[in-house]
């Protein structure tokens, strides 16, 4: 099935925004947040109008239908992901509450100094602080699987590193900047032969790919709702059910627990054990719409969509001398082109692109080790999605020719 692209952009009222010159806004910056179509953004309006009260506590008839829109949420989430039970999906603020999660709670109750974590170059900021701070804090070691110069994964370094007997193995599904889809499912089979527990970072795949968390064997995954139509402050922790109910809890407050007496506590079961206090009851019913919606267009379509809008902008964009992409052919990657143009600073490129209403990102991208690696400071980078078309890629490219004529 291929997506109706025409049909789509209709449901994202954004997308129908007029810039300065009258003409349409051309958003190609959705690896830092998606747009949200009408059904989301209707659904979160019709909650907080007819159903909004708190959950999980009261016994009137709005306290149980908006308990039953956020668990009902949970439970399509779970299934976007092929959880096997919604208990293993927890609700967090994002992909980095959730990787902090992971971090604060079982890290500290597993993890002693001289433990080894292995990460790679190419992680965002939110799956190496962490672990920096836990480094400072118990002495653990960090090593990182090399990027090669075609933006890939080294495997071989990793097999070698595995020798070491980690005991995590955290890793990015898919780079925001070379946009490198990583074969998440040996890093995590390897992983295990070694003994290593793993997390993925899975921010970029789960919005773009299909992902399912028991093919993977994932023990941990973090994603955002915001990088996939949703809004927003929620996002998603999945883990195996044997490491949830083992690891202490996170936060403490309201909620999380089953049972509080002045001195003590005992801790609520899953998924509860991890929601301290009033959660985001609107957004969590918007990231359940949101799932929907590309569920209804299916996962694998929207793969194959993106594939086509990449292997054409790392076509059109490489055409143009100057202009130097990063990251592996189109075939190994995700809907992110990062590039750099010789003589001209991406901000420049960012900034005079959006003048004719091209918005795109420029900067290191929350990944400066992974810049520093190709010995650059910044690149600016254009990224797709759902309701991408060849046409804005085309916009994009005469908009980076009036850049180089501009700058002689
Ligand atoms: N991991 C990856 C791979 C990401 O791309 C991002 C956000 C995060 C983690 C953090 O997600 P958050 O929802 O917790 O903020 N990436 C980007 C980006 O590329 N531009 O803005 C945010």
Known sequence: MTLNIEQIRKDF??????????TRVVYLDSTATSQKPLAVIEAMNAFYRCSNANIHRGVHTLAEEATAMYEGARERIAKFINAASPRQVIYTRNTTESINLVAYSWARANLKAGDLVILTEMEHHSNLVPWHMLQAERGIELEFIPVTEDGLLDL???????????KLVSFTHMSNVLGTINPAAEIIRLAHEAGAVTLVDAAQSVPHLPVDVQALDADFLAFSAHKMCGPTGIGALYGKAELLEAMPPFLGGGDMIREVKLRSFR?????HKFEAGTPAIAEAVGFGVAVGYLSQLGMDAVAAHEREITEYA???LEEIPGVKVFGPSADRKGGVAAFTLAGVHPHDVAQILDQDGIAIRAGHHCAQPLHEKFNISATSRASFYIYSTTDEVDLLVNGIYKVKEMFG
């Open 314 to 316: 790392l076509e059109r």
């Open 13 to 22: 009222p954004i997308l129908e925004r007029e810039t300065k010159l009258g």
């Open 267 to 271: 801790p609520n079961s899953l998924p």
């Open 156 to 166: 071989d370094m990793y097999r070698t590193l595995l020798t070491r007997g980690p």
